[in-house]
């Protein structure tokens, strides 16, 4: 796939409030000729400046290597869960851009419900994890962690991951507690 357009925000200014874009020059001169540009405060030497010293440290550090290694390590691991556990679904990812779906049953496919997939979020989130949920049906991790991350962590995490899907098959976490529409 080679997009014709990419768009970045947040972390390309590496906690400085800063975007990009990224396109064709033929969408460029389209865009420049256009009467639809507009910006505000772009292109200051200060914006310049945090941005360039985030893509120097992302070369000085190897951090583009990094993220291919440890998503590698990731996406190893939590195949390793979805062969383990019946709840989860596809796993998929590209680098450290990562996601993993959670289904009541391979058998029927159906997204796991939102207050199952809050419980799942909030023990992981107990152990030392932080994950983002997305998706559709809101039943997937979103699994973005920064360019630093080590093998190290990517271990730990799957490890704690293994734990709480374990601890959720075996029926030890209260998922009732998050129903917003309990049994009566």
């Known amino acids: 796939v080679r997009p014709d357009i990419i768009t970045e925000a947040k972390s390309i200014g590496n906690g400085f409030p800063l975007a990009m874009a990224a396109t064709t020059p033929e969408i460029a001169e389209a865009f420049a000729n256009s009467s639809l540009h507009f910006n505000t405060f772009g292109g200051n030497a200060v914006a310049s ?6 893509l120097k440290a992302i070369d000085d550090d190897g951090l583009m290597e990094n993220s291919r290694i440890v998503g590698n390590r990731f996406l ?12 989860v679904g596809d796993c998929r990812g590209k680098g450290l851009m990562m996601a993993m779906e959670f289904v009541e049953s391979k058998s ?5 419900p939102t207050y199952k997939m809050n419980a799942i979020l909030e023990r992981t989130k107990d152990l ?17 962690p920064p360019m ?5 962590d990517a ?8 734990k709480v899907f374990a601890e959720y098959q075996e029926g030890k ?3 009732e507690a998050f129903n917003p ?4």
């Open 49 to 54: 400046a945090a941005g360039l010293a985030t």
């Open 76 to 87: 190893e691991g939590f195949n390793y869960l979805r062969e383990k556990y019946d709840h």
């Open 108 to 112: 029927t496919n159906n997204p796991m």
């Open 128 to 144: 030392g994890i932080l994950l983002g949920k997305g998706g559709l049906y809101a039943n997937c991790f979103r699994i973005q």
């Open 148 to 152: 630093c991350v080590s093998l190290e």
């Open 155 to 162: 271990d730990f995490t799957i490890q704690v991951m293994d």
């Open 173 to 175: 976490i209260d998922v």
């Open 181 to 184: 529409n309990p049994a009566k």
